[in-house]
């Protein structure tokens, strides 16, 4: 059973910054699809970003774009969320998923792997 282990959240300003970050023991984590999703209170699970394993090329949610970046460093297993211009509405647990498919996807349902959350919360 592979794992995925999320860090970097808590509690910040609004405009602030953080840096998340998901480390996966796994030699194969190259070869995946990584992305970052989040879920507020009520409401479902949402695609923020992601990050496709054969050229690294990336997409984000509308609401994000510009705010927040992908990346991932392979030699360490882990994928980074770095996120700038905090809001409130970005309050959430974030979490990060893996996937097998060639190309983000933004369904969470199609992610086959997933990290337990951390909670982000953007104070006003």
């Known amino acids: 059973q592979v794992s995925l282990v999320e860090s970097g959240g808590g509690l910040v300003q609004a405009g602030g910054s953080l840096r998340l970050s998901c480390a996966r023991s796994?030699?194969?984590?190259?070869?995946?699809?990584m992305g970052w999703f989040r879920q507020a209170p009520g409401k479902e699970r949402e695609f923020v970003a992601g990050?496709?394993?054969?050229?690294?090329?990336?997409t984000y949610a509308d609401s994000v774009r510009g705010r927040f970046a992908i990346s991932r460093d392979n030699a360490k297993n882990t994928v980074y969320l770095r996120m700038n211009s905090l809001k409130p509405e970005d309050t959430a647990v974030y979490y990060c998923?893996?996937?097998?498919?060639?190309?983000?996807?933004?369904?969470?349902?199609?992610?086959?792997?997933w990290g337990q959350g951390t909670q982000v919360t953007v104070s006003s």
């Open positions: 990050i496709n394993w054969s050229d690294d090329s990336t």
């Open positions: 796994e030699r194969t984590f190259s070869m995946y699809t």
């Open positions: 998923a893996a996937d097998r498919a060639l190309g983000v996807r933004t369904n969470p349902s199609e992610y086959d792997y």
